[in-house]
């Protein structure tokens, strides 16, 4: 299968902090690049996006950034609160790839009030 | 309300039973899959159907069959081939845009 690792499989940070969660992938083909959140029992949810095309993208406190050259791409929360806890996945696919996303481990985050 | 709901949340299964996972979402997307989530692990591909009528098996296959009969459902059914069925199953859908959306889960257990 695909190789989609997080460098970290946990990450505890102070409230107010801003976190940085690392994600690797090993398919140069991959074009579209997707982080979700998922909440302790229930189905990952969508938080922010990235196409090849585009090196970052934010959302309302998330900054996605791509890194094609080293294949790094990384998930920025500013002002982490409680209820960021949850653990964090980068998912990546290719259009020849028939669709399918390629999971990694995943990373813990822990909010510490 | 739009979405993609799973049934039923928790399930158990006696050794050597068949059991069936339902999935169906009113997105009107066209991909559809399933993926299973050990403790502590990322999510695994078991199935996925691009188009009513066709499947592909995805990496943890064996154990397990689905059917694609109508573009809203998709079930799953975990077969007494599974040796080791005890897991969080998730179902999640895509349309064009490629991102997947994803159902509650379902928590299989075997007793």
Aim: net charge positive; glycine share 10%; aromatic share 10%.
């Amino acid at each position: 299968g695909e190789n989609v690792g997080l460098h970290l499989p946990t990450l505890s940070v102070q409230e107010g902090d801003n976190s940085i969660i690392n994600c690797a992938y090993s398919n140069s083909a991959s074009d579209y690049f997707i982080w979700y959140k998922q909440e302790s029992g229930k189905g990952p949810q969508f938080i922010i996006d990235i196409r090849s095309n585009m090196d970052k993208r934010q959302g309302q406190r998330v900054t996605v950034l791509l890194n094609k050259t080293v294949k790094h791409l990384s998930l920025q929360i500013a002002a982490t609160q409680p209820g960021d806890s949850a653990v964090y996945f980068c998912a990546e696919t290719h259009q020849t790839g028939a669709n399918n996303l390629f999971f990694g481990t995943g990373t813990r985050l822990t909010v510490i009030p | 309300d739009g979405g993609i709901t799973q049934s039923p949340k928790y399930l158990f299964r006696k050794e050597g039973q068949n059991v069936t996972l339902s999935c169906e979402q009113n997105l009107n997307h066209d991909a559809m899959y399933w993926y299973r989530q050990d403790p502590g692990q990322g999510l695994r591909l078991i199935y996925y159907s691009q188009i009513v009528n066709d499947f592909q098996k995805g990496d943890i296959a064996e154990g397990y069959s689905v059917s694609r009969e109508k573009k809203e459902s998709f079930p799953l059914t975990v077969t007494s081939a599974q040796k080791n069925p005890t897991a969080f199953y998730l179902c999640a859908s895509s349309g064009q845009g490629r991102r997947a959306f994803f159902g509650q889960g379902t928590r299989l257990t075997v007793v």
